[in-house]
């Protein structure tokens, strides 16, 4: 069974950078699509990224499109989410999360689709 650990959270400025990390242990993630996901206080899960089931192709909100990167590594066991000018708003607890095998495009969004949860890392952005 595949375990996720989330990490890389903190306190940033507004504009700077933070990368968070999605570690796997059990599996690798060749077999696995990879969703990050967030929560800010009092709000929704809401998705942020998605990589694809071969790790070639990623699709973001538009929230966060043109400043997040997300990426995994289908050989070894790590994903990851990289954050650029990030804005007060952008403050949640993330989530990596892992589906079985593809999501078929049209559910990307979907936080059911994804089976296997990290515990999540705090993102604080300040003004």
């Known amino acids: 069974q595949l375990q996720l650990v989330n990490s890389g959270g903190g306190l940033v400025e507004a504009g700077g950078s933070l990368r968070l990390s999605c570690a796997a242990s059990g599996r690798t993630f060749s077999r696995h699509a990879v969703g990050w996901f967030r929560q800010g206080s009092g709000k929704d899960l809401e998705f942020v990224a998605h990589i694809s089931f071969g790790g070639r192709h990623a699709y973001y909100s538009d929230s966060v499109k043109g400043r997040f990167i997300a990426s995994k590594n289908n050989a070894g066991s790590a994903a990851y989410l990289q954050m650029s000018s990030l804005k007060e708003e952008d403050t949640a607890v993330y989530y990596c999360?892992?589906?079985?095998?593809?999501?078929?495009?049209?559910?990307?969004?979907?936080?059911?689709?994804?089976?296997?949860w990290g515990q999540g890392t705090q993102v604080t952005v300040s003004s």
């Open positions: 999360a892992a589906a079985d095998g593809r999501i078929r495009s049209g559910d990307y969004e979907s936080s059911q689709k994804y089976i296997y």
